[in-house]
């Protein structure tokens, strides 16, 4: 089976690093892929890190464009050496929630769905691309998050389709990872 080398990837992103400013990384692609596995473990191989997640800022199953709009401010912070602070989504609730807090670090790692977006783009260093067949994919999304997703996945996925085909983003990433295989 093959695998990936993380530190090879690691390097590979910290080439991007702009002197005095930190490293920020988006991890992108469609639901199940395996962008939050992945996440930890290149804030982990790029030193201190801060992880800020796409999917915390979705207002519902229809908010994945909203959810750029309201990452931007928050990433712009992070990016400027500069503490932020934003309200999550509570899935359960389906309304807004607690607040969470992100202090600055010298490398930031934005995950999920969106973090790709072309209007992210002057705040993104280095793009990832993580893709898996649709059917592992969606298998991974309903294990994790439960019979409400299995109701919205196709919802969801019209709303990535459209989102990653308007911004380009896999034909626009530094890295693009097969999720099926091991980062070692």
């Known amino acids: 089976m093959p695998t990936y080398?993380?530190?090879?990837?690691?390097?590979?992103?910290?080439?991007?690093?702009?002197?005095?400013?930190?490293l920020v990384v988006a991890l992108d692609g469609p639901s199940g892929a395996g962008k939050s596995r992945l996440s930890r473990r290149i804030a982990k191989a790029l030193g201190?890190?801060?992880?800020?997640?796409?999917?915390h800022v979705v207002p519902g199953w229809d908010g994945l464009e909203e959810s750029v709009r309201l990452i931007r401010p928050?990433?712009?912070?992070?990016?400027a050496g500069r503490p932020a602070t934003y309200?999550?989504?509570?899935?359960a609730r389906d309304g807004w929630g607690a607040e969470l807090h992100r202090s600055p670090a010298g490398t930031v790692v934005l995950e999920g769905c969106g973090s790709?977006?072309?209007?992210?783009?002057?705040?993104?260093?280095?793009l990832v691309w993580v893709e898996a067949p649709p059917q592992l994919r969606r298998d991974r999304a309903i294990e994790r998050d439960g019979p409400s997703y299995a109701a919205n996945w196709a919802r969801w996925a019209r709303q990535e389709e459209a989102h990653f085909a308007a911004n380009a983003t896999r034909?626009?990433?530094d890295v693009i990872i097969d999720g099926r295989y091991p980062v070692r």
Do not use: N, Y
Request: hydrophobic share 45%; net charge neutral; charged share 25%.
């Open 87 to 91: 309200r999550t989504w509570d899935w």
């Open 74 to 79: 928050v990433l712009a912070r992070l990016r």
């Open 171 to 173: 034909e626009r990433a």
């Open 48 to 55: 201190p890190s801060t992880v800020v997640r796409m999917d």
């Open 5 to 22: 080398d993380l530190s090879a990837i690691a390097d590979q992103l910290a080439a991007h690093r702009i002197p005095g400013s930190p």
């Open 116 to 126: 790709g977006a072309r209007s992210l783009a002057d705040l993104v260093d280095a």
